[in-house]
C-alpha cells in the first residue's frame, strides 16, 4: 500500500487543522446540528474540487436540487459543474393510505439502487452523501442501519471515491455510533450566547492512518462559504530574529527602558482612563512606521475616527498623517465588535498581519476584549496561546490595560490580572501639584534587561508625547496620595524634554 495522498478541501483554514487535506479514497462523516453548515462545506469541498478537474455528485436525500441551487447561489457559486442526484421524494409520491410493508422493504432498496446506478454512471472521484438520518430512519433497526453504512463504505472504496456523509444527528439508535464505521468523524456545532452572533466550532475526532490536529477550532460562515479559525498552538512557529530594540523615538522613555522594548516580548501598558497610555503604545507604532517597518493596531474601546485623530500629533513630517501609513499598507488598523467576532477569529487576524510582515502589534484594550465576550471559555488561555505565538515571531506586542478609578494604587481588587503575561510592565499614575492634574510613567517590570526605577513626568501636548525628568521630589505616587518633599519654587517645572525626533 502506497503513501496515503491527501487532497485540499478548499475551505479556509480546514486544511490546517486537517494537515494537509482529505484523504483520498477515504470515507468520511460530517456531523452537526441543523444551521451548522454541513451542506454549505460539502458544497464548498465539491466546487474546489470541480475547479480542479475532478468529476463531483452530490446525492441528497432532505435537500432538493432547487435549495441546493439556492445554497450555492447565496454563496457566488453554481452547481453547474456539479452533478445532483435528488432522490428527495415530493409529497405527492407519499402513499395516503398505510401501507403493511416498512420503509426498510420498499424505499430502502430503491436509495440503495438510486445510488449505485448513479456512481456506475457517472464515475465520480468525488461523493457527498447527504442523507444519513434519513437512511436511519428507513432501514427501522441498529443492524440494518450499520450493514447499509459498511455496504456504503465497500462500494465507495472499490470505486476509489472520496465519500463525505452528511448526518444531523438525529433519531439516533440508541448505542449505535456511525462515527466507529468511517474513517474519518469531523463534528459541527453551533451555539447561541446570551448577547451577540451564533458561535460556531468544529472538531475532528478521527481520522484513520493520518495525523490531525486536536481540540476545537472555531469557523465563520460567511458569504463565499466556510472560513475555519484553526486554534493557534505556539510551539509549532519558531522563527529565528534578531535581537533588536523598538524604540519609541522619545529620549527619556528609551533610556528608562535602556534602549526600547525587546522583540519578540509583550509589554503591558497599565493605568488608569485616560492617562496616556494608547498615546504611548501608537508613539512606539508610528516611531516603527517612519523606519519602515509594518505595524497593525487592533481598537476594542474607541472608533477608528477618535484613534485616527487623536494621534495625527505623531506624524507631522508625515504627509497625510496615520492615513498616509494606511493607505501605503504599512500600517493595518481594525476596529474589533467582539460581538460579531469570537476570540479564535481575532486570534487569526492577527496572525494574518504578522504573516503580511507586521513587526509590531498593540492590542487596545484587553479590557475591552474581555468585557465583551463574558461568555466566551478560557480567554486568558487563548491571549497565552496568542501572544506566545507572536514573541516566537519576533513581533513586539503592546497590550493595554485600564484599570479601575483614577487615582488608585498598584493593584485594585477586580482589576484585570493579566501582567503575569507580560515581559514587561509600563505603569502610568496620575498625581496632583499645584492644583493641577499631571501624569507620572515608571518601568514596572522588565524581563529583558535592566531598567531605570525612577518615576518621570509624562506630558501630552499638541507636540506629541514628551517624558520629563525624574520626579526625585515626589512620594507616593504610585499609591495615589503622592507628597511633594523638595523646594516650593522648584514644585513641576520639570517636564521640558525635547519632542520626540521623527
Not at 159 to 176: C, E, I, Q, W
Not at 293 to 302: L, P, S
Not at 428 to 436: I, V, W
Amino acid at each position: 500500500m502506497g503513501p496515503l495522498t491527501k487532497i485540499p478541501t478548499g475551505v479556509r483554514g480546514l486544511d490546517e487543522v486537517l494537515l494537509g487535506g482529505l484523504v483520498r479514497g477515504a470515507f468520511y462523516l460530517v456531523q452537526g446540528d441543523p444551521g451548522s453548515g454541513k451542506t454549505t462545506l460539502a458544497l464548498q469541498y465539491l466546487q474546489s474540487r470541480a475547479k480542479a478537474g475532478e468529476r463531483c455528485l452530490f446525492i441528497t436525500l432532505t435537500e432538493s436540487r432547487r435549495d441546493l441551487a439556492n445554497i450555492a447561489e447565496s454563496h457566488g457559486w453554481s452547481t453547474d459543474g456539479l452533478d445532483i442526484c435528488d432522490l428527495v421524494r415530493p409529497a405527492s409520491s407519499v402513499d395516503a393510505e398505510p401501507s403493511i410493508y416498512h420503509p426498510s422493504d420498499t424505499e430502502l432498496g430503491d436509495i440503495v439502487k438510486a445510488v449505485a446506478a448513479q456512481v456506475d454512471k457517472i464515475s465520480p472521484s468525488q461523493v457527498v452523501f447527504d442523507g444519513v438520518s434519513e437512511l436511519r430512519l428507513v432501514s427501522g433497526d441498529p443492524l440494518r442501519y450499520r450493514r447499509q453504512l459498511l455496504w456504503l463504505k465497500e462500494f465507495f472504496a472499490q470505486k476509489n471515491v472520496t465519500a463525505l456523509l452528511l448526518d444531523d444527528r438525529s433519531s439516533p439508535f440508541g448505542g449505535m455510533q456511525p462515527e466507529s464505521l468511517v474513517g474519518g468523524n469531523i463534528v459541527l456545532e453551533r451555539t447561541l450566547p446570551e448577547y451577540g452572533r451564533a458561535r460556531r466550532r468544529l472538531s475532528v475526532t478521527k481520522i484513520r492512518a493520518s495525523s490531525f490536529r486536536e481540540g476545537y477550532h472555531e469557523y465563520d460562515i460567511v458569504t463565499g462559504g466556510i472560513i475555519v479559525h484553526p486554534r493557534i498552538v505556539a510551539a509549532e512557529h519558531h522563527d529565528r530574529f534578531s535581537p533588536q530594540l523598538t524604540a519609541s523615538g522619545i529620549k527619556h522613555l528609551d533610556e528608562m527602558l535602556e534602549g526600547g522594548l525587546a522583540r519578540g516580548t509583550t509589554t503591558l501598558l497599565l493605568g488608569p482612563a485616560g492617562v496616556g497610555k494608547s498615546t504611548v503604545s501608537m508613539q512606539y507604532v508610528v516611531n516603527a512606521l517612519v523606519s519602515g517597518q509594518r505595524a497593525a493596531v487592533y481598537i476594542f474601546d474607541e472608533v477608528l475616527g477618535t484613534l485616527i485623530e487623536r494621534s495625527e500629533k505623531l506624524c507631522l513630517r508625515k504627509e497625510g498623517g496615520l492615513r498616509g501609513y494606511i493607505k501605503e499598507g504599512l500600517l493595518h488598523v481594525q476596529q474589533i465588535d467582539p460581538a460579531e467576532m469570537t476570540a479564535g477569529a481575532f486570534a487569526q487576524e492577527v496572525r494574518r498581519a504578522v504573516e503580511s510582515g507586521a513587526s509590531i502589534v498593540v492590542v487596545d484594550s484587553l479590557n475591552g476584549y474581555m468585557n465583551a465576550m463574558p461568555e466566551e471559555k478560557f480567554l486568558t488561555t487563548h491571549l497565552h496561546d496568542l501572544f506566545a505565538y507572536l514573541n516566537q515571531k519576533g513581533v513586539t506586542t503592546i497590550m493595554v490595560v485600564a484599570q479601575h478609578g483614577l487615582f488608585i494604587g498598584a493593584s485594585t481588587s477586580g482589576d484585570l490580572d493579566v501582567s503575569y503575561l507580560a515581559d514587561t510592565v509600563l505603569l502610568f499614575r496620575y498625581f496632583e501639584a499645584r492644583a493641577e492634574i499631571h501624569q507620572a510613567i515608571s518601568v514596572f517590570k522588565h524581563r529583558t534587561g535592566p531598567h531605570e526605577r525612577s518615576l518621570r513626568q509624562l506630558k501630552l501636548d499638541r507636540t506629541g508625547v514628551q517624558v520629563g525628568d525624574k520626579l526625585i521630589d515626589f512620594n507616593g505616587i504610585i499609591t495615589g496620595a503622592a507628597k511633594y518633599e523638595g523646594q516650593a519654587e522648584m514644585l513641576v517645572d520639570r517636564a521640558q524634554d525635547e519632542p520626540a525626533s521623527r
